[in-house]
């Protein structure tokens, strides 16, 4: 039960545990960070904020891609 409101019951995503989680991590360290350092150090890397209301989160993602908000 969850423990703020102790009405809702709560829980687990089948891939929410340890074994998948290092899997993640994995292959984070060999795909993805070998990207970002690539890109960073090209220069060309943008770091969006991601949190606060979806609305400004895209605002930010526009204005880092250099578009308006209409796509164009």
Do not use: T, W
């Not at 995503?13 to 991590?25: G, T, V």
Request: aromatic share 6%.
């Amino acid at each position: 039960m969850c423990d703020k409101c102790g009405r809702q019951a709560l829980y687990q995503r089948p891939d929410d545990n340890e074994a998948s989680i290092r899997e993640r991590l994995r292959i984070y360290e060999q795909e993805i960070q070998p990207l970002v350092r690539h890109y960073s150090d090209q220069g060309i890397l943008v770091d969006v904020p991601g949190d606060g209301e979806p609305d400004g989160v895209f605002r930010r993602l526009v204005q880092a891609v250099g578009l308006d908000a209409a796509g164009a």
